[in-house]
């Protein structure tokens, strides 16, 4: 049974910074690509960030120079660096795992920029 379980989400200030967390069971993870998603309320659920398996990254725009993707195979853990957070990053942030032709979704972590 696959698992993604988020962490590290809460309330920060304009400007702070956060570290989300996704640890993974039961996949092969260094074998997978993952990603970090948010879902603003009212809209759609949008990519923020994607490493493959060879840790190459991408990013949203709206979030480039800001946050950082990365992966620690021995950890079976992904984690997104947040920095400089504006209140538009207020949002439930969702770990994404695509293996083997398949995707997972974590339950997500709350995200909320306020001063």
């Known amino acids: 049974q696959v698992q993604l379980v988020e962490s590290g989400g809460g309330l920060v200030q304009p400007g702070g910074s956060l570290r989300l967390s996704c640890a993974a069971s039961?996949?092969?993870?260094?074998?997978?690509?993952m990603g970090w998603y948010r879902q603003a309320p009212g809209k759609q659920r949008e990519l923020v960030a994607h490493?493959?398996?060879?840790?190459?990254?991408n990013y949203a725009d709206s979030v480039k120079g800001r946050f950082t993707i990365s992966r620690d195979n021995a950890k079976n853990t992904v984690y997104l660096q947040m920095n400089s957070l504006k209140p538009e990053d207020t949002a439930v942030y969702y770990c994404?795992?695509?293996?083997?032709?398949?995707?997972?979704w974590g339950q997500g972590t709350q995200v909320t920029v306020s001063s």
């Open positions: 490493i493959t398996r060879g840790g190459s990254t």
């Open positions: 994404n795992a695509q293996f083997l032709g398949n995707s997972y």
């Open positions: 039961g996949i092969i993870f260094s074998f997978g690509a």
